[in-house]
């Protein structure tokens, strides 16, 4: 009965959002046919040849990866149903292994988003498709357009996925006239119900921006406990900014080059844009 009443609601006159909204919601409803016997009367009445070999996934809920120098990122689908179906418990964070793909199906579905953008629809493979419910849209739009950034804005982004998100969702909701004639409290509390469940702070990813946020703090730290003296001042600034924007692994081979270059009498290494004096004070600085 449920896939007959996704099948009487289909209008032709829909966008695709609509069809391939249509088409996930009725073929869920046929999931259990699909563990009959292929050969049995009852899978050849409830599903077409083509049906049986469809696979069509949802995601209405998404979250990021972060890569090791926190500048770019990719894109994790989640299914609300599914993770409601897991075994994690009450007060467990949800992890990266719950998202709705994995293997090469994710690995294609992230690149078509870096290479497509956010669409209706995903095809994973022959007769597979990821859907992305029209509620959650926004926040894997604005996913995209993040990837597509300057690096700068990408990193901002990564600290703080949740304000671009709730932007975008505001932006959606005023757009189509859903926050028309609410108080200032109804809207908050409206735009809260869409943006708040569509990102998911994964457990690694909780990890990793608390990691980069506590080691961009000791980086910074070193620079006010007057650490810098020997450097022109017109430098602290720049090389506070560029040693804050790097992962511990590129500072520990940036001290390598540093004491390289000190052993062979090198006057300065290149720090970005900048030429920097290769000094000791700038090892204590980086063991700092």
């Not at 088409?23 to 259990?32: C, G, I, Q, S, T």
């Amino acid at each position: 009965m449920e896939a007959l009443d996704a099948a009487d609601s289909l209008k032709a006159t829909g966008s695709d959002v609509d069809h391939w909204a249509a088409l996930a919601r009725f073929r869920n409803a046929l999931e259990p046919g699909v563990q009959l016997a292929a050969g049995s009367q009852a899978a050849r009445v409830s599903l077409t040849d083509f049906l049986s070999g469809l696979s069509v996934r949802v995601a209405d809920q998404f979250s990021i990866v972060p890569n090791h120098t926190a500048d770019d990122f990719e894109v994790l689908p989640f299914s609300s149903s599914t993770i409601e179906a897991s075994e994690i418990g009450p007060g467990e964070e949800v992890s990266n292994q719950n998202a709705e793909l994995s293997g090469n199906t994710l690995r294609t579905f992230q690149t078509r988003v870096r290479e497509r953008g956010a669409l209706p629809a995903f095809r994973l493979a022959p007769q597979s498709f990821l859907v992305i419910d029209r509620d959650a849209a926004p926040a894997l739009d604005v996913m995209a357009r993040m990837q597509q950034a300057p690096a700068e804005e990408r990193a901002a982004f990564i600290r703080n996925p949740r304000l671009r998100i709730t932007e975008a969702f505001e932006a959606h909701l005023r757009a189509s006239g859903k926050l028309e004639g609410l108080t200032a409290e109804a809207e908050e509390q409206a735009i809260e119900a869409v943006a708040v469940p569509a990102f998911i702070e994964t457990r690694e990813f909780s990890e990793r921006v608390t990691g980069i946020t506590l080691f961009q703090k000791k980086i910074l730290e070193s620079f006010s406990d007057g650490a810098t003296t020997w450097l022109p001042e017109a430098f602290v600034e720049r090389l506070s900014a560029a040693l804050s924007g790097m992962s511990k692994p590129d500072i520990q081979e940036l001290r390598t080059k540093t004491e390289e270059a000190i052993r062979e009498n090198q006057p300065a290494i290149v720090i970005g844009d900048m030429e920097v004096p290769a000094r000791p004070e700038l090892v204590k600085l980086l063991d700092d």
